[in-house]
């Protein structure tokens, strides 16, 4: 096969800047904003995606310049909730401690104890349970490599770059609605 069409053949993949979500309809917020504030970004977000209804898995965190510093997933801001006893690791393996621990959690007396440890930890700053940004895609960046960079990341988001700045997320899931197109 020539060059040139092999060329030809690639320009067929779809691009980063074809497949992601634009920055501007996907939630993002800076460091400094709290856990309560990316639980509600995260809660009241939703995109529509070629006729599908989508809730984000991630918040994207910026710094007061707009550099991209991560990101926080569900589980991130619910880890960063939970009470002090629960990221004990003794406690994570030896269940019998943890179900005794949660049993007082759970009575009338501890309820609003609870709820209000809750409420307390959710004023942290996001930044406190935000993971670092481990890679990234160019916008032109063909499918074949977004799929070789999540697969050998285990990410299921990747920020978008163009000249320098992000501009949006590819995500797993758009990636594989595309490689069906392909081989259904």
């Known amino acids: ?24 309809q996907y939630p993002h917020l800076p460091y400094w904003f709290t856990l309560r504030q990316a639980i509600a ?3 009241t977000s939703e995109f529509n995606i070629r006729g599908r209804k989508s809730l984000p898995r991630v918040v994207l965190v910026f710094d007061e310049k707009y550099r991209l510093l ?12 939970e009470p002090s ?13 943890l179900d005794l621990q949660l ?22 700053p996001v930044r406190d349970v935000m993971l670092p940004i ?10 074949l ?3 070789y960079v999540m697969v050998s990341h285990n990410l299921h988001l990747l920020p978008v770059i163009k000249d320098g700045s992000v501009v949006g997320v590819v995500r797993t899931v758009d990636v594989f609605d595309e490689v069906a197109q392909l081989v259904l």
Not at 71 to 80: E, F, I, Q
Not at 134 to 143: C, G, K, L, P, Q
């Open 85 to 97: 006893f629960l990221a004990n690791p003794d406690v994570q393996t030896d269940e019998s401690l």
């Open 103 to 124: 049993a007082g959690a759970f009575d009338d007396d501890s309820f609003d104890r609870v709820v209000g440890g809750i409420r307390e930890r959710a004023e942290r």
């Open 1 to 24: 096969m020539s060059d040139t069409a092999k060329d030809e053949r690639q320009a067929k993949l779809k691009r980063a800047g074809e497949l992601m979500i634009p920055l501007d």
């Open 134 to 143: 481990v890679a990234t895609a160019d916008y032109d960046d063909n499918i």
């Open 41 to 43: 970004e995260m809660h």
């Open 70 to 81: 991560g990101l926080v997933r569900r589980r991130d801001l619910l880890r960063g909730l």
């Open 145 to 147: 490599k977004l799929i």
